[in-house]
């Protein structure tokens, strides 16, 4: 047993053939032990007997020892451990804490895997955060609710790497702006800024029969016990700069002080001194809007926004904002101009953008306040310390007769 003891601290035996080798080991203990073949084997095994002990359990002591060793060995033997340890929690592409992770899968040539595997069959674990609750130093942060919490099994380990290519991890990854409603897959593809060749992954749609509250998914909403878990931080906002050329599928929009969107084409430059493009004016089509699709959008022949002196070629052209606007896909469907996100999600994102950009002017004229005082102040110290230095000479009356 000591041979076999000492080479299991370079190697990993499955179950099935530690007791392969046990099978064997308990024939030779019972010949020499003078047992007959049929003497059961607990008897073996019992301490105040034989005493004798099972691979596998001398297996799950090593590993632990060993992997115990590695965690909190010296700097170089820590280093390499997390490594591996980040290295499978980047291959399944999950938030979780790489000791809680349940490594599947065979891995060739790694010992920590193989080890992680063994005892996570045992429901040994590396991290215990139900008694230490402690999450931030082990887990990715950026979100609440991770998307193996809600994945089939299945599609897993087969969606990782189309997970990991377009960065989503989280549920609020997948949400529109006002983390209520779920984008479409075309809508998502785009706001990554990748192409939306190819169909729709079998691991999104499962995703969608799980958080949809409509199964049809005619309308986009999620489930209400999700709703109350997920805040939605980080918004995706493609500005727009009237310095740099915009491609020709893109349009730019913003909302007026009514929370009224608007929508451009970039055309040509402005002599404004106010406005540096001026571009052609895109409306909705029809009288009722749908939320929860994307709007078609037509040429407006001409409004109270109108700028153009040639008014007979019915087309609009209007100024572009530059201060709270942003350019958002678009394609051609018939005869009408679709952006990739629906009305819901650019009135979400454009009324946000126009706040945030309020509260930075805000806050650039009160910190310019700050500054003008903080001058003010600093020469009037230095004024003072002059005044100071100054010494008041008294002469003498007597002595100036003299």
């Known amino acids: 047993m000591p041979r076999i003891e000492y ?68 700097e170089k033997l820590k280093l390499f451990f997390k490594i591996k340890l980040i290295q499978e929690q980047n291959k399944i592409w999950t938030l979780r804490c790489p000791g809680e992770i349940k490594v599947t899968g065979n891995r060739k040539n790694n010992w920590i895997f193989d080890a992680l595997k063994i005892l996570d069959n045992e429901e040994i674990k590396l991290c215990n955060h139900e008694i230490i609750g402690i999450h931030n130093n082990h887990r990715i942060k950026g979100g609440t609710i ?79 016990n999700y709703i109350s878990v997920i805040q939605k931080k980080n918004i995706n906002i493609n500005y727009f700069d009237e310095n740099e050329k915009i491609s020709k599928n893109q349009i730019i929009t913003w909302n007026d002080l009514n929370e009224f969107p608007l929508f451009v084409e970039d055309r040509k430059k402005s002599f404004s001194k106010h406005y540096k493009r001026i571009g052609r004016h895109l409306i909705m089509d029809g009288d009722e809007y749908d939320l929860h699709n994307s709007p078609n959008l037509i040429p407006c022949e001409g409004c109270f926004r109108n700028i153009g002196k040639k008014k007979e070629k019915k087309e609009c052209l209007i100024y572009i904002n530059n201060d709270f606007s942003r350019k958002i896909e678009k394609r051609k469907e018939n005869e009408f101009i679709k952006p990739y996100e629906t009305l819901n999600n650019i009135l979400k994102k454009n009324t946000w953008l126009r706040n945030q950009m309020e509260e930075e002017r805000v806050d650039t004229a009160f910190n310019k306040r700050i500054e003008i005082i903080k001058k003010i102040k600093k020469n009037n110290n230095i004024l003072k310390k002059k005044k100071k230095k100054k010494k008041k000479i008294i002469i003498d009356p007597l002595l100036s007769q003299k």
């Open 7 to 74: 080479q299991l601290a370079a190697i990993v035996l499955k179950k099935d053939e530690c007791n392969k080798m046990m099978t064997r080991i308990n024939a030779i203990i019972k010949k020499r032990a003078g047992l007959s073949k049929s003497t059961p084997n607990f008897i073996i095994y019992e301490k105040d007997l034989l005493g004798a002990k099972h691979i596998y359990d001398l297996q799950i002591e090593m590993l632990c020892k060993n992997l115990i060793y590695q965690g909190n060995g010296n």
């Open 146 to 224: 991770d998307l193996l919490d809600i994945l089939d099994k299945k599609f897993i380990n087969t969606s990782a790497a189309s997970r990991k290519s377009k960065d989503i991890m989280f549920i609020e990854d997948l949400l529109e702006a006002d983390g209520i409603n779920m984008l479409k897959w075309k809508h998502l593809i785009k706001e990554k800024g990748l192409n939306t060749k190819g169909r729709i992954p079998k691991w999104f749609k499962n995703i969608e029969s799980t958080l949809l509250e409509d199964k049809e998914g005619i309308s986009r909403k999620i489930k209400n």
